[in-house]
């Protein structure tokens, strides 16, 4: 973060001495805030004294445990190192000082600290969910060595690795299923056919997709060429248990897996199946995190939660339709507040362990630029503080700390394009398409310069949860009601630690509220996140904080 050069208080800081000129006013660096003790007692403005910036001089420490910022590259649309405009492993090795440089407390990085990048393993398709070779990468991308230099680079920094799994379906030209298939054809069904779905003719209702081998059918949901495996069959048990142990033995700290949606299906409990995945893992590596994309409702994502799983992606607050986006449009603050505790509240109770696993969007959605960009940048900065200061995990799409939108949006590969570190919009081809247009907002080298980009704003939340472990680690306990429906407010608690998030959900008022002491005691300012500039900070002064449009706060007691 960069340092405030020069901010004059214009209150005196100590003995309670009252100056009401600017001029004689003394520089403030050393990050203790001003609060309501130090600053003017005189009810004046806030607006007449600066106030330092919260975040200056408090220590953020890097997280060692499997609580991180992840940041989601579509692979092949990151950096291409070689001209052949495919991103490729090489190229994400020469941006990782942009991702993390290894210092928490310094630095123009990001500060993410877990990648996820979409399937590496070779597949025919550019985005390589159907997995040709589960044992090696696409030559698209480099080497299994240029991996294991991926990996070694990204644990360096601090950055964990999470690998994107498909445990659902495989590719129909993956050597295993093309064995199947011959065995099948010749009727033989106890051999290489029993780690696939394949099944008499009227075994599934006519709303299950298949695919015909033969006289048999088998299962594929998504795709003809995406046949699914048979989840219950022991055979396949060993197979995924090498599968996951080839890679975690080669560094890798967890997995992404695909479409959990799709585990359940006649003869295979979903819930089982992924219990029993998690245990596998789990002895492979005692610390493993997996996140699981279960993109169905709260019912079902309580229920597949009971599989000990880590995290699942909490679909309903993403993506254009989602409650965050939702909440911009009704600002109702309390009700979003309440939505928080409450989602907490359900899956905490089917695993007390879980992890929430927030984000905007991803390469299956519309880039949330879209739907927010009639709003400003001040609510793209206001939708990364909802999702970032809820408790758990928070998945950044790549490009999304930047403002990059879909130019159009009849196709997936539109949300997929290039990473844009510098104005021009970089050489990499993804589904034959190029990126149209140039950033709206600049790439990343012109956001970095911008003290109040959107870039910087990501890189300021980042380090007010590396300040704060206790936002991802805590619980959302219960909303705060501020009598405003336009104010969400929650508590984040943990073995006696508490925090209070609030935000101001208002696009062009500020809300002045009463900080009492049964909601924090010895209330502060732990970190300001504003709309319009950066430069204004907040305290709270005789009990009371204003809070600019679409601003956010986390405030605790005094340090
Ligand atoms: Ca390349
Ligand atoms: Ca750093
Ligand atoms: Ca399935």
């Given at each position: 973060m960069k340092k405030i050069l020069s901010i004059l208080l214009c209150a005196a800081l100590a003995g309670g001495c009252v100056l009401t000129g600017c001029g004689s006013g003394e520089s403030k660096t050393d990050g203790s805030a001003a609060t309501g003790d130090e600053a003017s007692k005189d009810g004046g403005k806030a607006s007449a004294e600066a106030v330092s910036d919260p975040l200056e001089g408090v220590k953020a420490t890097a997280s060692t445990d499997k609580y991180r910022n992840v940041y989601q590259i579509f692979t092949q649309s990151f950096c291409d190192s070689n001209g052949d405009e495919i991103g490729d492993f090489q190229g994400i090795i020469s941006k990782l000082d942009y991702l993390n440089d290894g210092d928490p407390n310094k630095g123009d990085d990001l500060g993410v600290d877990a990648l996820w990048m979409t399937p590496i393993t070779p597949s025919e398709s550019y985005h390589k969910y159907s997995v040709e070779n589960y044992y090696d990468v696409d030559a698209d991308f480099g080497t299994l060595e240029d991996f294991d230099k991926l990996v070694e680079e990204c644990h360096k920094r601090g950055i964990n690795v999470i690998f994107d799994l498909v445990l659902n379906h495989i590719s129909n030209k993956n050597p295993l299923f093309v064995e199947a298939c011959e065995e099948v054809k010749k009727g033989k069904l106890d051999g290489k056919a029993e780690y696939f779905e394949f099944h008499e003719p009227d075994y599934y209702s006519a709303d299950v997709n298949t695919i015909q081998v033969g006289d048999y059918v088998c299962e594929a949901n998504f795709s003809p060429t995406m046949p699914e495996w048979n989840l219950t069959s022991e055979k396949t048990k060993e197979e995924f248990t090498r599968i996951a142990k080839f890679?975690?033995?080669?560094?890798?700290?967890?997995?992404?897996?695909?479409?959990?949606?799709?585990?359940?299906?006649?003869?295979?409990?979903?819930?089982?199946?992924?219990?029993?995945?998690?245990?596998?893992?789990?002895?492979?590596?005692?610390?493993?995190?997996?996140?699981?994309?279960?993109?169905?409702?709260?019912?079902?994502?309580?229920?597949?939660?009971?599989?000990?799983?880590?995290?699942?992606?909490?679909?309903?607050?993403?993506?254009?339709?989602?409650?965050?986006?939702?909440?911009?449009?009704?600002?109702?603050?309390?009700?979003?507040?309440?939505?928080?505790?409450?989602?907490?509240?359900?899956?905490?109770?089917?695993?007390?362990?879980?992890?929430?696993?927030?984000?905007?969007?991803?390469?299956?959605?519309?880039?949330?630029?879209?739907?927010?960009?009639?709003?400003?940048?001040?609510?793209?900065?206001?939708?990364?503080?909802?999702?970032?200061?809820?408790?758990?995990?928070?998945?950044?799409?790549?490009?999304?700390?930047?403002?990059?939108?879909?130019?159009?949006?009849?196709?997936?590969?539109?949300?997929?394009?290039?990473?844009?570190?510098?104005?021009?919009?970089p050489k990499i081809r993804v589904d034959g398409a190029v990126a149209p247009e140039a950033p709206k907002y600049g790439g990343v080298k012109q956001q970095l310069e911008d003290r109040n980009s959107l870039l910087n704003h990501y890189r300021r939340l980042i380090t007010a949860k590396l300040q704060n472990p206790l936002i991802a680690r805590g619980r959302a306990t219960g909303a705060q009601s501020f009598d405003d429906k336009e104010v969400g407010a929650y508590y984040i608690e943990k073995d006696g630690e508490k925090l209070l998030v609030i935000h101001n959900f208002n696009a062009t008022a500020e809300k002045t509220l009463s900080i009492t002491s049964d909601m924090i005691a010895d209330a502060q300012v732990y970190a300001d996140f504003l709309g319009s500039s950066e430069d204004n900070h907040l305290a709270i002064r005789d009990g009371k904080l204003t809070m600019p449009p679409y601003s956010s706060v986390i405030i605790g007691s005094k340090r």
């Open positions: 890679w975690l033995d080669r560094g890798v700290d967890g997995f992404r897996l695909d479409a959990v949606k799709y585990f359940d299906n006649k003869h295979t409990n979903g819930v089982e199946f992924q219990k029993w995945f998690v245990e596998t893992c789990c002895g492979i590596k005692k610390d493993v995190y997996l996140v699981g994309e279960d993109w169905t409702n709260d019912l079902d994502i309580a229920d597949m939660y009971e599989s000990g799983i880590d995290s699942l992606f909490a679909f309903r607050f993403s993506q254009s339709s989602g409650d965050i986006i939702d909440t911009l449009s009704t600002a109702n603050g309390a009700s979003f507040a309440k939505k928080v505790a409450s989602y907490e509240k359900k899956m905490s109770a089917a695993n007390a362990d879980y992890i929430n696993a927030v984000f905007l969007s991803n390469h299956d959605q519309i880039r949330i630029a879209n739907a927010l960009e009639s709003r400003g940048l001040e609510a793209e900065k206001f939708a990364a503080n909802l999702y970032m200061l809820m408790p758990g995990n928070s998945f950044t799409y790549y490009g999304e700390e930047i403002g990059m939108k879909a130019p159009y949006t009849d196709s997936d590969k539109w949300y997929r394009l290039p990473m844009a570190f510098d104005s021009d919009s």
